[in-house]
């Protein structure tokens, strides 16, 4: 998962919802990184701000504290001379996450299959797989 810009191309990494539960088309709610100024995550309805992750401050989002190192899933936070993204990973690639952006911008995880309950929202953690333009 990667959300973010590529600075040379300007192509955006970003995670959007579905339309509803039945209709995979785009939804109104979208995760994006802000790369400009003290670069944030946001989660966005209709093009406004629903939620904020804070400014990255070196370590992790500022709005973010629940969010650290742990034995599940590695994040990282890139800014060099040709992109800008935030990411995360399962350290056990093997394995297989599925995280859900439905309408409510509450993210759900499900990580059953690591044999942990990570089912409780963080609401602008963007972590979905295959969503991004």
Excluded at 62 to 88: A, L, Q, R, W
Excluded at 111 to 117: F, H, I, T
């Amino acid at each position: 998962m990667k959300v973010g810009r590529n600075i040379k191309t300007g192509m955006d990494w970003y995670v959007t919802s579905w339309k509803s539960p039945g209709d995979p088309s785009r939804g109104n709610i979208t995760g994006i990184l802000v790369p400009e100024g003290y670069p944030e995550l946001l989660l966005l309805e209709d093009s406004k701000p629903k939620h904020r992750a804070g400014p990255w401050n070196g370590l992790q989002f500022s709005g973010m504290p629940e969010v650290k190192p742990n034995p599940v899933y590695i994040f990282e936070f890139v800014y060099n001379d040709k992109e800008i993204y935030y990411t995360e990973q399962l350290h056990n690639s093997s394995r297989h996450w599925r995280v859900v952006l439905p309408q409510s911008g509450d993210i759900r995880m499900d990580a059953s299959e690591l044999g942990m309950n990570l089912s409780s929202t963080r609401k602008v953690t963007l972590v979905v797989f295959f969503f991004f333009n």
